[in-house]
Structure formats: C-alpha cells, structure tokens
C-alpha cells in the first residue's frame, strides 16, 4: 500500500519561502511523477509541478520560476520550495505521486500541509 | 494558461443523468487524451474517476463515464445516487504541464 508522509511549515511570512518534503512508503520511486497540487480554503484544485525518476522537472508557467521541486531518490523523498509567497499562496498543499496518463491512485495523496502566507 | 471551464454547479434527481462539461483550447483538452475526472467530497482528497478521456479504474462505477469532443471534454453520471453529490474536477495534459478546471458542485436533489 503506496503511503505519502508530508511535512513542513504551516505559516510562512510574505516574501519569504514556502519548504515542503514528502516521503513516499511502499512505491517504488521510479514508477511515478511526484507531484505537487494545492487546494484554495473553499477552492479549487491546481497542480504546481512534478519531478520524475530522472530527475525531470515541470511547471505550472503561471508560478513564473518561483517553484522548485527537487527529489533525493535514495531517501525516497521529494521537495518543494515556494520563493516570494503572497496571501494568494495560502493554501493546502498535498504532494501526490501522479502515474502515467495522469492517474492518480487512491492512495497516491499526501494528507496535506494547510500553509499559511501572514505576517 | 487559464483553468479549464466548468460550470460552477450542476444537479439532478436520483436515477437521472447530468453531465459535466469541461472545456479547453487545442493546447490542452483538444491537443491531448489524457483528461481526468476527479470526485472529491469535503475534507478528502479527490479520488480519480476516469483517466485518458474514458478509461474507468477498478472500482469505479460503470454508472461514470467519460467522452471528449473537440476542445471539451465531458462527464456524466448516469442513474445519480446521493452519494454522488461531491465536487468534481477535470484536469488535462497542456504540454509540460497539466490545467485543473474549476470544479463543479454536483448536487442530488
């Protein structure tokens, strides 16, 4: 059974960056893109990036280079940095490992990271 | 790149069907058949309903299927049951990146 364990801080003052690692149990690393999406409060979905097995990155283009997502394969981890957060960053953040043709098995989800952008 | 278009809700009785609309440009939903439907209920993370425009995963109901024309891809619900009552999302491939639509509050009435 896939699990993906997230942490890091929930409150992130303006203009500062936003840290993010997840580590993925009982998956192999190879097998998928490892995503980050986050939730607006009371909004909608949107997908920030993936990294794949070799390393590949992808970004939404909207984030103009503000995103980075890194992985350490042997930690079966992955991260993402969010630079010169506003109040419009404060969302829910999951990360999620994305498999091919964009299918997200039940299971693939982190349990989410609420981050906060306020002084 | 906007989010995809959908419409922000849509109902139905019991037994009926409804169907939920998400529309794109070429460079995304009519560029791609790699369109997926997300349900998601409030405090959960979304479950995937249908992948690559009408592919169902193990599980899912034949009561959901998935279609595309054009720049718009579709999802219906046939024979609605209450439990079907979630927010639904789409998201497609764009490239080097994937769009979410806006999401569409599916009501039972």
């Known amino acids: 059974q896939v699990r993906l364990e997230q942490w890091g801080a929930g409150l992130v003052k303006p203009s500062e960056t936003l840290s993010l690692t997840c580590v993925v149990y009982?998956?192999?690393?190879?097998?998928?893109?490892w995503t980050w999406i986050r939730q607006t409060p009371g909004k909608g979905l949107e997908w920030i990036g993936e990294?794949?097995?070799?390393?590949?990155?992808n970004y939404k283009p909207s984030l103009n280079g503000r995103a980075t997502i890194s992985a350490d394969r042997s930690e079966k981890q992955f991260s993402l940095r969010l630079t010169s957060v506003t109040a419009a960053d404060t969302a829910v953040y999951y990360c999620?490992?994305?498999?091919?043709?964009?299918?997200?098995?039940?299971?693939?989800w982190g349990q989410g990271t609420l981050v906060t952008v306020s002084s | 790149q906007s989010a995809l278009t959908q419409p922000p809700s849509a109902s139905g009785s019991p037994g009926q069907s409804v169907t939920i609309s998400c529309t794109g440009t070429s460079s995304d939903v009519g560029g791609y058949n790699l369109v997926s439907w997300y349900q998601q209920y409030p405090g959960k993370v979304p479950k995937v309903m249908i992948y690559e425009v009408n592919k169902r995963p193990s599980g899912v109901p034949d009561r959901f299927s998935g279609s595309k024309s054009g720049n718009t891809a579709s999802l219906t619900v046939s024979g609605l049951l209450a439990e079907d009552e979630a927010d639904y999302y789409c998201i497609s491939h764009a490239g080097n990146f994937w769009l979410f639509g806006g999401g569409t509050k599916l009501t039972v009435l």
């Open positions: 999620v490992g994305v498999g091919n043709g964009g299918l997200i098995p039940p299971g693939n």
């Open positions: 990294i794949n097995y070799s390393g590949n990155t």
């Open positions: 009982a998956a192999s690393f190879d097998g998928y893109y």
